[in-house]
């Protein structure tokens, strides 16, 4: 699981720093950002939707409480890292978060790490979990299918989706606008789902909306072509099968 971070810092060496500790150390985290202001943090914020902020808490002209204070819905986890001050450290402890001490400790890195990425961890479950639910509800005639991923929840009509090509225990859905979405359910899970739909399984790793297929193509051994250019394969046990179904659409 890769942790999406961002670290805000108003000293440059402590960026790196942090960032060093955590290459080094704690290989799910991927820092995309890094900033020595609030005013730039919250910019990159917004960009990158981060999992995971490693804030500093003392920063001159505004601190990272007042950085927390200008985001009006915080989706993403905090660890605080800060020099020691009494009081501060008292209030965090009484909410339970996380913190750092400068100068870093690599075990106390390690712990925090894994504390939040079993939240993250838990974030993304629930993502998959209001999925599921949206899809249930609609189980007999879905217009929309929900698809989770790590950092969002899509609601994607099902007419849209051209094709979907397992890759192990993920499903990249191609979209009839030239998008992608990668999602953590096998194939078979997503065939479940959409065989009523005119999906047709034509191989152990592609299920085609048959609404986008454009023409069989016998040569080659036999592939779908579809409508947006792509080809997809025909494998030899489930070729009788996919020559019916076209043979049935309407």
């Not at 020691?84 to 339970?96: D, E, G, H, P, R």
């Not at 994607?156 to 030239?178: H, P, Q, W």
């Not at 609404?211 to 409508?227: A, C, P, R, T």
Request: glycine letters at 4%; hydrophobic letters at 40%; charged letters at 25%.
């Amino acid at each position: 699981m890769v942790i999406k971070s961002i670290i805000i810092d108003d000293e440059a060496h402590n960026l790196e720093n942090l960032k060093g500790l955590l290459e080094k150390n704690c290989t799910s985290v991927q820092v995309v950002a890094m900033s020595t202001s609030v005013e730039e943090g919250l910019k990159m914020i917004a960009n990158y939707q981060p999992d995971l902020v490693f804030l500093d808490i003392e920063m001159p002209h505004k601190n990272g409480f007042d950085l927390l204070e200008a985001i009006e819905d915080i989706n993403f986890e905090v660890i605080f890292v800060t020099a020691y001050n009494q009081y501060i450290l008292q209030a965090i402890k009484s909410c339970a978060l996380d913190y750092l001490m400068k100068p870093i400790a690599i075990p106390e890195l390690k712990e925090s790490v894994s504390k939040v990425s079993k939240l993250v961890e838990r974030k993304r479950e629930n993502y998959k979990l209001k999925a599921l639910v949206e899809n249930l509800k609609n189980i007999n005639q879905p217009q929309k299918i929900a698809l989770p991923t790590t950092d969002e929840l899509y609601f994607v009509s099902i007419d849209d989706i051209v094709r979907c090509k397992g890759e192990n225990n993920y499903t990249m859905f191609f979209l009839a606008n030239g998008n992608s979405i990668l999602v953590s359910r096998t194939l078979k899970e997503w065939d479940d789902l959409l065989s009523s739909h005119q999906f047709i399984r034509t191989h152990q790793s592609h299920l085609i909306n048959s609404i986008h297929v454009k023409s069989y193509v016998k040569k080659d051994g036999g592939y779908i072509l579809m409508n947006d250019g792509s080809m997809v394969s025909v494998s030899k046990h489930k070729k009788e099968q996919t020559l019916n179904a076209l043979a049935s659409l309407k």
